[in-house]
């Protein structure tokens, strides 16, 4: 009755999403801004409870800001410390707000893979991440502010329901960056929840090795949708300016990341090279190694152990699953590496769905 109680108040408290930041600030990281019941489609099959959220978290200037998500509990009846927790960070759909997964219902291969989470008796945490979803613009590849956004919807999950304080980052592709990086800061952003550890799935890292790679320098090769998207977020985040990169091709496509997701802008930058978006691609190469070093996944910080998973057919080379795990070793972690013979970026998830849900119990049952 309490919590049916607490319940109508957060449904009753659906004001304006655009919470000042004093206001935000005030309330504190993982406070609830406002919720909405999930239904239909974007419920999870085989989940109970479940609601899209607005809550507090910090931005990439480390401001306070608000973003969006999901929080699926599941059936039955909770354990006497509450449902343990799985924060999944989804693959990059778009920044546009009509990309966010809360609306969208994410991908059928990260919903598998929730589901099993669901059915196996976790609830299940998706942020959208900063700026998609939300009003502003979202920071791209940003780790710190990623990692924050997983973390503060596990805080703000266990404001709405009957959720124990340990967690699990669990994150695919960019989401798998994002987890990387929630494992590293999870123990000093949010000491008061319980960390188990990490567990990545193809995910984005060695940066320096993709964005300076000669399929992005060549002038004749195919231009890949990630440029674009990377032309709109760096000037929100650095002083990059777009004008000086870009051709008149390169800005229309600037602009038009602003409002399609993954699947349309893959189709726009069909037929088109590097030269066609880019003034000068090794030139920009070079630049936008520079700017992504910051992101390379943390190899500091992390007091649990960290699973990276990789499909050996994947696009994005598994290798870099194989050096990241190396570097991880090399600092101390107890980090270990994973190749899914066979499974490609899009085949892997429910490949290794009821794996994952067995390495996760593993995780829970470490003190």
Same mark, same amino acid.
């Not at 942020?127 to 503060?152: C, H, L, N, R, W």
């Not at 990387?180 to 090795?209: C, D, N, R, V």
């Not at 004749?220 to 990630?226: D, E, I, L, P, Q």
């Not at 674009?228 to 496509?253: Q, V």
């Given at each position: 009755?309490?919590?049916?109680?607490?319940?109508?108040?957060?449904?009753?408290?659906?004001?304006?999403?655009?919470?000042?930041?004093?206001?935000?600030?005030?309330?504190?990281?993982?406070?609830?801004?406002?919720?909405?019941?999930?239904?239909?489609?974007?419920?999870?099959?085989?989940?109970?409870?479940?609601?899209?959220?607005?809550?507090?978290?910090?931005?990439?200037?480390?401001?306070?800001?608000?973003?969006?998500?999901?929080?699926?509990?599941?059936?039955?009846?909770?354990?006497?410390?509450?449902?343990?927790?799985?924060?999944?960070?989804?693959?990059?759909?778009?920044?546009?707000?009509?990309?966010?997964?809360?609306?969208?219902?994410?991908?059928?291969?990260?919903?598998?893979?929730?589901?099993?989470?669901?059915?196996?008796?976790?609830?299940?945490?998706?942020?959208?991440?900063?700026?998609?979803?939300?009003?502003?613009?979202?920071?791209?590849?940003?780790?710190?502010?990623?990692?924050?956004?997983?973390?503060?919807?596990?805080?703000?999950?266990?404001?709405?329901?009957?959720?124990?304080?340990?967690?699990?980052? /669990?994150?695919?592709?960019?989401?798998?960056?994002?987890? %990387?990086?929630?494992?590293?800061?999870?123990?000093?952003?949010?000491?008061?929840?319980?960390?188990?550890?990490?567990?990545?799935?193809?995910?984005?890292?060695?940066?320096?090795?993709? /964005?300076?790679?000669?399929?992005?320098?060549?002038?004749?090769?195919?231009?890949?949708?990630?440029?674009?998207?990377?032309?709109?977020?760096?000037?929100?985040?650095?002083?990059?300016?777009?004008?000086?990169?870009?051709?008149?091709?390169?800005?229309?496509?600037?602009?038009?990341?602003?409002?399609?997701?993954?699947?349309?802008?893959?189709?726009?930058?069909?037929?088109?090279?590097?030269?066609?978006?880019?003034?000068?691609?090794?030139?920009?190469?070079?630049?936008?190694?520079?700017?992504?070093?910051?992101?390379?996944?943390?190899?500091?910080?992390?007091?649990?152990?960290?699973?990276?998973?990789?499909?050996?057919?994947?696009? %994005?080379?598994?290798?870099?699953?194989?050096?990241?795990?190396?570097? %991880?070793?090399?600092?101390?972690?107890?980090?270990?590496?994973?190749?899914?013979?066979?499974?490609?970026?899009?085949?892997?998830?429910?490949?290794?769905?009821?794996?994952?849900?067995?390495?996760?119990?593993?995780?829970?049952?470490?003190?």
């Amino acid at each position: 009755m309490r919590l049916a109680r607490a319940l109508l108040a957060l449904l009753a408290f659906t004001a304006v999403v655009a919470v000042s930041p004093a206001r935000a600030s005030a309330l504190g990281q993982g406070a609830l801004v406002r919720v909405e019941a999930l239904t239909g489609n974007l419920k999870l099959a085989g989940s109970g409870p479940s609601w899209r959220v607005w809550y507090v978290s910090s931005a990439w200037n480390r401001q306070p800001t608000v973003i969006s998500g999901t929080i699926s509990l599941p059936r039955g009846r909770p354990p006497a410390s509450g449902w343990p927790v799985i924060s999944f960070g989804h693959g990059f759909g778009g920044v546009a707000d009509s990309c966010a997964v809360s609306r969208t219902g994410g991908a059928l291969w990260e919903r598998t893979l929730q589901e099993a989470l669901i059915g196996a008796g976790y609830a299940v945490a998706v942020t959208d991440f900063q700026g998609i979803g939300t009003p502003g613009e979202s920071p791209g590849v940003d780790g710190p502010s990623a990692a924050y956004a997983m973390i503060d919807i596990v805080r703000a999950a266990r404001r709405l329901g009957p959720v124990s304080r340990s967690w699990l980052p /669990v994150g695919y592709s960019l989401g798998g960056h994002a987890a %990387l990086w929630s494992g590293a800061l999870a123990a000093s952003y949010a000491p008061e929840l319980a960390a188990k550890g990490t567990i990545a799935l193809a995910p984005f890292t060695q940066w320096q090795l993709q /964005v300076g790679s000669p399929l992005v320098r060549d002038p004749a090769g195919a231009a890949s949708f990630v440029v674009p998207y990377s032309g709109r977020a760096l000037p929100i985040t650095h002083d990059f300016r777009p004008a000086r990169w870009f051709t008149r091709k390169g800005l229309e496509l600037i602009g038009l990341a602003g409002r399609l997701c993954v699947d349309e802008m893959v189709a726009a930058v069909a037929g088109l090279t590097n030269a066609d978006i880019l003034k000068d691609p090794v030139a920009a190469g070079d630049e936008f190694v520079r700017l992504f070093a910051e992101e390379e996944a943390p190899l500091t910080g992390y007091t649990r152990p960290v699973q990276l998973i990789h499909g050996t057919a994947d696009t %994005l080379p598994a290798v870099f699953s194989e050096i990241t795990t190396g570097q %991880l070793a090399g600092a101390g972690v107890d980090a270990t590496y994973t190749p899914v013979d066979g499974a490609d970026h899009f085949t892997l998830l429910p490949a290794v769905a009821a794996d994952v849900v067995t390495r996760a119990d593993a995780f829970f049952a470490t003190p």
